[in-house]
């Protein structure tokens, strides 16, 4: 069922049960975190391997401190800039977070998320959150109530509508790696804003595979119908042009029938094409099409995020 009642949402959680829950990124699938049972459910429900940990969230940075060994001052710094909003850090846990959650990491991954609803959510609730992306593992992340409906609605009792969500990216994830601030997902926050308050950074993520390593599997986000990136006039040869399916940042082929195509944003806005990149994803994969051929944007700004998602949809 998709409603607007957080306190149902919060008695559901209270009693061990999933809901799944809006933020600024994307849509969680959430459960409390200090509950294994309810831990070990999301695992089940997304169909997500056991080894791949999950992100808790909790309403705001003073909340943080009982759930972490240490707090170091650079990660501080980025939190009291960026947090609540999409960033993570990676963060030596306390004895409070279950194995379940780290996947046996000595490291707990915590956001505070900035949406309403979700800070009204977690302001109720005497426990963090746990909650990965709301959607079966590997396919496309949720940015509507509906998209979660579309496949979870059967398996969950309550999805808490807070609208599409604004930023429509998952968050950046960082944590230290030898003392060097690292980079293990881009996300929601650019790299730029992140190197403005704390200088260089590295980043770590790129093509990994290794499932015990932090940020995301390869292949990832992506959709049903494959998903190439390119220029669409080299799959013309290949393909007839009414079943190819077109994703552009700013301008649409004259070649391809026009409800094919989807602009992430003909303006040329990177908060507007990371909002629309998912639930356009989604469409293409809804027609019936042989292929969908997807344009890089620039490597700036956002635009570093949504390349790193289209890589991982056409890996
Ligand atoms: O924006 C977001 O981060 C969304 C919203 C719902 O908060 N959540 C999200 O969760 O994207 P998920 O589970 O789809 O992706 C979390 C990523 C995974 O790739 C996981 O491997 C990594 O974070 N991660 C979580 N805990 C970790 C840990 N302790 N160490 C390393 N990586 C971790
Ligand atoms: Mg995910």
Do not use: W
């Amino acid at each position: 069922m998709i409603g607007k009642y957080t306190k149902y949402a919060a008695d559901l959680l209270r009693r061990g049960q999933l809901v799944a829950i809006p933020t600024e990124t994307v849509y969680g699938l959430a459960g409390n975190a200090l509950d294994v049972k309810a831990v070990s459910e999301i695992f089940s429900v997304k169909q997500r391997p056991s080894f791949d940990p999950l992100i808790i969230h909790l309403p705001d940075v003073a909340s943080i401190e009982a759930y972490v060994a240490a707090f170091p001052d650079a990660l501080l710094e980025l939190a009291r800039k960026f947090m609540p909003g999409p960033l993570t850090l990676l963060l030596p846990r306390s004895s409070l977070i279950p194995d379940l959650i780290t996947a046996g990491s000595d490291r707990v991954a915590i956001r505070i998320p900035s949406h309403v609803v979700a800070q009204n959510l977690l302001h109720q609730l005497d426990f963090p959150l746990a909650a990965p992306s709301a959607n079966p593992f590997g396919y496309i992340s949720p940015t509507s109530a509906e998209h979660v409906a579309q496949q979870l609605g059967d398996k969950i009792p309550y999805i808490l509508d807070g609208g599409p969500c604004v930023v429509g990216l998952e968050s950046t994830i960082v944590g230290m790696e030898q003392n060097e601030i690292t980079v293990y997902r881009k996300g929601g926050i650019p790299l730029e804003a992140i190197e403005a308050v704390i200088g260089k950074v590295k980043v770590r993520a790129h093509s990994t595979s290794n499932p015990n390593a932090p940020g995301m599997l390869k292949s990832h986000y992506a959709p049903r119908i494959p998903l190439r990136i390119g220029e669409v006039e080299t799959f013309l040869k290949k393909f007839p042009k009414d079943r190819i399916g077109v994703l552009s940042f700013r301008k649409f082929k004259p070649d391809i029938p026009k409800a094919h195509q989807v602009c992430l944003s003909q303006s040329g806005d990177y908060k507007e094409a990371a909002q629309n990149l998912f639930a356009s994803m989604r469409y293409l994969d809804s027609l019936a099409l042989d292929l969908i051929v997807a344009e890089l944007l620039p490597e700036e700004d956002l635009g570093t995020a949504i390349n790193d998602r289209l890589r991982r949809a056409a890996a």
